[in-house]
């Protein structure tokens, strides 16, 4: 494997490079997603995004990702409607010609802790819509313009492999997210395509800003052995480290990012 392939250099150190790469990311006005778009735009990747409703964040990253030399616009609406996601997909066809990197990100965490017996329908079909029914759709876009070689990376949870009782509408996206890299994986492999899943523990985000208020925060730093709760860039490192020439023979797997968080058990 050569420097080129690489994406650095002898003089400057080995770096994640990926100038001239297409890149798409959903959820990316905030957070996690936020966090991918600068670090892709960083590595020198082109970066269209989606957002829900938040333009004003949404305009802030955009700004930030063009301030780095790249190319790089957002594109609003809720991508549990197969409408939204289509006409997301004609702007990136605009916009780009193609797709080289997908980081399927956006998804939704109710608050309220429910026990199953006593959830909602509405909150039932909302998490799922959200959180699984977005990604299918947008997946299935994405693959249909990805160039060979292409990258897939699903954010899902730690709460997709151990579960997460009060939640259990989010575990069970999360958990199908895992199940559907496994697949998806071998149905690519041909294109040289990897599909792989990141699956971070607590991260303080503002998804998250309730229970890690007061003593929560306390309580939760301590259950991890590196001692506290992951940031959004934590989880976006890993995210693009799959994106890139350095893990091209990575596929169908599931990385953690939790700190060492116990998984099981």
């Given at each position: 494997m050569n420097e080129s392939t690489l994406g650095g250099s002898a003089a400057s150190g080995l770096e994640i490079g990926l100038a001239g790469k297409r890149a798409l990311v959903t959820g990316g006005s905030r957070g996690v997603g936020a966090a991918t778009v600068r670090l892709l735009a960083q590595a020198g990747a082109d970066v269209g995004f989606s957002y829900h409703n938040r333009e004003s964040d949404a305009r802030a990253v955009v700004a930030e990702a063009k301030s780095l030399g790249v190319r790089s616009w957002a594109e609003g609406g809720d991508l549990s409607d197969p409408a939204v996601a289509a006409r997301l997909f004609r702007r990136l066809d605009a916009e780009f010609g193609g797709l080289d990197v997908f980081v399927g990100n956006a998804a939704i965490w109710p608050v309220a802790d429910v026990p199953l017996s006593e959830m909602e329908d509405d909150r039932w079909r909302r998490t799922l819509a959200v959180n699984l029914d977005s990604i299918f759709y947008t997946t299935r876009e994405a693959l249909r313009?990805?160039?060979?070689?292409?990258?897939?990376?699903?954010?899902?949870?730690?709460?997709?492999?151990?579960?997460?009782?009060?939640?259990?509408?989010?575990?069970?996206?999360?958990?199908?997210?895992?199940?559907?890299?496994?697949?998806?994986?071998?149905?690519?492999?041909?294109?040289?395509?990897?599909?792989?899943?990141?699956?971070?523990?607590?991260?303080?985000?503002?998804?998250?800003?309730?229970?890690?208020?007061?003593?929560?925060?306390?309580?939760?730093?301590?259950?991890?052995?590196?001692?506290?709760?992951?940031?959004?860039?934590?989880?976006?490192?890993?995210?693009?480290?799959?994106?890139?020439?350095l893990a091209r023979h990575v596929t169908g797997e599931t990385l953690n990012v939790n700190g060492g968080a116990v998984l099981a058990g």
């Open positions: 313009r990805m160039e060979d070689g292409g990258r897939v990376v699903l954010v899902s949870s730690t709460a997709g492999q151990r579960g997460e009782a009060y939640h259990g509408d989010y575990a069970a996206t999360k958990g199908a997210l895992i199940s559907l890299v496994k697949g998806l994986c071998v149905e690519v492999a041909s294109r040289q395509i990897t599909v792989n899943a990141v699956a971070p523990g607590w991260i303080d985000t503002e998804m998250t800003q309730v229970p890690l208020s007061g003593d929560g925060r306390a309580a939760i730093d301590a259950a991890i052995p590196l001692g506290r709760v992951a940031t959004a860039e934590d989880v976006a490192g890993p995210i693009v480290l799959l994106c890139s020439p």
